[in-house]
């Protein structure tokens, strides 16, 4: 009997270590793929770049399920090259985390909890001309009435709807009505003919 207790423990514990070391590198995967794909953006990304990303919060399902046809993001920023640091303007709602305003994070953080990430280009639009246009909107709060028609207050996308109107006035974003609301949707973006795909990751 102890004899078989013993069997039964060891192979017990020899299943816990083989799903240890699975585990383990999954993660390791993970962190190649993450600098991979970090390295990749910082060496493509140029000012004024459209950076999406689909988050895994409750407000991107909400924001991905506003797209009809690309549903593969729920939030974007607008690149800024500043130095050799690669930043991103976006306008977060993350009121529970005291950031629930336009500011300026790091390439890293943006893409942290992204599980799927685009990078889009306007071709012919002066980047450092749509990056100066949204650097004048930090410390506005986020937008939760998503009234397009005041600038005061940003999310998301109307950040990007707001800096275009100013800098490149002839691309129109696509809106969808809900809620009694004109809302961007991401897809606005990545599905638009307006903007090139430069990379993708899933």
């Not at 060891?10 to 390295?39: K, M, P, S």
């Not at 060496?43 to 999406?52: E, M, P, T």
């Not at 707001?162 to 004109?182: A, G, N, Q, Y």
Request: glycine letters at 6%.
């Amino acid at each position: 009997m102890k004899f078989k207790i013993k069997q039964a423990t060891l192979f017990l514990a020899g299943i816990a270590a083989v799903g240890v070391l699975i585990i383990a590198a999954l993660h390791f995967r993970r962190i190649i793929l993450f600098q991979d794909y970090l390295n990749t953006l910082t060496s493509n990304a140029q000012d004024g770049d459209i950076i999406c990303r689909l988050g895994d919060r409750t407000w991107s399902l909400y924001f991905k399920g506003l797209s009809k046809r690309d549903k593969r993001f729920s939030h974007l920023g607008i690149i800024h090259r500043k130095d050799e640091a690669v930043m991103v303007i976006n306008a977060e709602g993350r009121a529970w985390a005291g950031k629930d305003y336009v500011n300026e994070v790091t390439l890293q953080e943006f893409i942290t909890p992204a599980r799927m990430i685009g990078l889009y280009r306007l071709d012919n639009a002066d980047g450092t001309m749509i990056v100066e246009e949204a650097l004048k909107t930090m410390g506005r709060p986020f937008d939760w009435d998503f009234d397009l028609n005041n600038a005061d207050k940003l999310y998301c996308t109307e950040l990007l709807y707001v800096v275009l109107k100013e800098t490149v006035p002839e691309i129109e974003l696509e809106t969808v009505h809900t809620f009694r609301r004109d809302i961007v949707p991401l897809e606005a973006v990545s599905n638009s003919t307006q903007f090139r795909e430069v990379l993708f990751f899933d």
